[in-house]
């Protein structure tokens, strides 16, 4: 039988699992996934050992993408460009690699939603230069962007990843996210802000052209309070979810051999979990 695991510290809130044990019921494959709190002293030795303890691979949460990306024998590109892993499995020699999916499962989820997200070039916000932002970047530049405007708190971290992203990616001062808006086709708030348990975002919307997409990375709540406002004014709106969802299709296609779908009722699957959370 095969296993697989999503590591991370903590890792309880993690709904990785069931996303998995979703498909594998569903496709018949005989499989596991499993939880495991791997604190950061233990990490580099667990994932030496993520072999013999049976796993044919796995994901990895925060804070442990770094190490995962350090440790692997071989990266694909994605997870270089945005340095850090979410994805690793071992190939017939035994080697580990490691990817990243997240710019993947941002820009299927987008593409899904708002096939014309790019509006003929016209300027894309994000908000946020974490770990989820730098995979929303890549996954943007790589998808065609032409403009990207940075916002962030901590303004030397989004002038950090606009020096490594080249000359299309540049950065707003936070106190400004609101003029940046004027003239956007995309907006994307990729920080933590409207999570359950966080504080909100706090923008004004006054200046977004009515035609843009609003894309929120954070997906509990559902519908965060960013997307309600940017609904509310007639503005397309994508939610986090659909990322989640993606993101977890070619780690189950490495470990068990099938190319799961993201269909609505795996969607509506994750949602039962979410309602109360
Ligand atoms: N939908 C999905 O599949 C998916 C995938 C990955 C992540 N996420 C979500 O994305 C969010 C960010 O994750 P991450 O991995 O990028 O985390 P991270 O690396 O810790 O980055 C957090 C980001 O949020 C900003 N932030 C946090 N608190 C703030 C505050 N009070 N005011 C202003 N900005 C604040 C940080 O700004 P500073 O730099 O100033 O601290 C930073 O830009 C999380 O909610 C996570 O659950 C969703």
Redesign the pocket.
């Given at each position: 039988m095969k296993r697989a695991c999503v590591i991370g510290w903590p890792v309880e809130h993690s709904r990785s699992p069931l996303i998995h044990r979703y498909w594998l019921d569903l496709y018949g494959v005989e499989g596991a996934y499993e939880k495991e709190a791997v604190p950061p002293e233990e990490i580099k030795v667990f994932l030496r050992s993520l072999g013999v303890r049976g796993y044919a691979g796995a994901n990895v949460t925060?804070p442990h993408k770094e190490t995962a990306l350090a440790l692997a024998d071989a990266a694909d590109a994605a997870a270089k460009a945005i340095g850090a892993a979410n994805t690793l499995w071992f190939d017939e020699q035994g080697r580990l690699h490691a990817s990243n999916t997240?710019a993947y499962?941002f820009m299927t989820h987008l593409s899904e939603e708002a096939p014309d997200w790019n509006r003929g070039g016209r300027p894309v916000v994000v908000l946020?230069?974490?770990?989820?932002?730098r995979a929303v970047l890549h996954g943007l530049l790589a998808g065609g962007a032409a403009k990207v405007l940075i916002a962030?708190?901590?303004q030397h971290?989004a002038e950090a990843l606009a020096k490594v992203s080249g000359p299309s990616v540049s950065v707003v001062p936070?106190s400004e996210k609101g003029k940046a808006l004027a003239g956007c086709g995309l907006l994307i708030n990729?920080?933590?802000?409207g999570?359950t348990g966080?504080?909100p975002l706090d923008i004004d919307l006054a200046l977004l052209p009515a035609d843009a997409v609003v894309a929120d990375?954070?997906?509990s709540p559902l519908e965060t309070r960013l997307l309600a406002a940017a609904k509310a004014r007639g503005n397309l709106t994508v939610d986090?979810?659909g990322?989640?969802l993606h993101?977890a299709v070619p780690g189950f296609e490495r470990w068990f051999g099938v190319r799961p779908k993201v269909t609505p009722a795996l969607r509506a699957h994750i949602v039962k979990s979410l309602v109360g959370a």
């Open positions: 925060l997240d499962g946020g230069a974490g770990g989820a932002a962030n708190r901590s971290r936070w990729a920080t933590s802000l999570m966080k504080p990375i954070v997906y986090g979810l990322m989640l993101q």
